[in-house]
């Protein structure tokens, strides 16, 4: 098994560019998530998904969007970038949902390393 | 709200001696576990330990453990025989509606 497969590993963009993070596991996870983690703020929530067809918002969802139409994927999308957004970015999965989940823990991706100009 | 708090931003250990890192944690939650991740300079995150609220014995991981004190919600991570390789951020995560929350993390340098 792969595990969380995220790409791509680094980026570099402009100022009101789009583009896409994408996500794929192959562990059958009923949950993923996407968090972003900047200097002395730790991890935080972007949005989530508890299954294919099912997203909601996390702590810090503007300037962002998310779909779950498969079980593997969940791809986030930066619709007009802003230097706010210079952050990495990790994709996580875990099995179950809800509180039926909380004994899983989160499997990670290696994250993205995003760059706004 | 739910809230982590992870009061140590950096802390420092000779080679060989145990350290401490402390966590404390706000939830509502009933039946919860609890998660110390730990991220190297490789950016990995990676799980070191998990502790569930209900039971009583603390978790313990090799060289990892921690001190959960239920009634004052701490959750901390003790690391013994501290090798250079535990070089790293360490965060702590507490549950809410099936998400994890994390603490700031603590910048570990394990000094030879």
């Known amino acids: 098994n792969a595990g969380v497969t995220q790409t791509p590993k680094f980026q570099v963009l402009k100022t009101g560019q789009s583009m896409t993070l994408q996500c794929a596991q192959d562990?059958?996870?009923?949950?993923m998530s996407w968090y972003r983690q900047d200097p002395g703020m730790g991890l935080r929530l972007i949005h989530y998904s508890v299954g294919a067809g099912i997203t909601d918002q996390g702590e810090v969802p503007n300037g962002y969007n998310v779909s779950r139409s498969t079980t593997e994927d969940f791809p986030l999308r930066l619709l007009s970038a802003a230097p706010s957004q210079t952050s990495v970015y990790f994709c996580a999965s875990k099995n179950g949902q809800g509180r039926s989940s909380y004994n899983s823990p989160l499997h990670f991706g290696n994250g993205t390393r995003l760059t706004v100009t | 709200a739910q809230t982590v708090t992870q009061s140590q931003p950096e802390m420092s250990v000779q080679e060989a001696e145990t350290v401490t890192l402390s966590c404390t944690y706000d939830?509502?939650?009933?039946?919860?576990?609890l998660f110390w991740y730990k991220q190297p300079p490789s950016r990995q995150m990676i799980l070191v330990i998990r502790?569930?609220?209900?039971?009583?014995q603390n978790a313990t991981e090799n060289r990892f453990s921690v001190n959960f004190q239920k009634a004052a919600k701490s959750f901390s991570l003790k690391i013994s025989d501290s090798q250079l390789g535990d070089t790293a951020m360490y965060f702590c995560a507490c549950p809410t509606s099936g998400n994890l929350i994390f603490g700031k993390g603590t910048k570990l340098s394990v000094k030879p």
């Open positions: 502790q569930e609220a209900y039971k009583q």
């Open positions: 562990m059958n996870h009923e949950y």
């Open positions: 939830t509502s939650e009933n039946n919860y576990y």
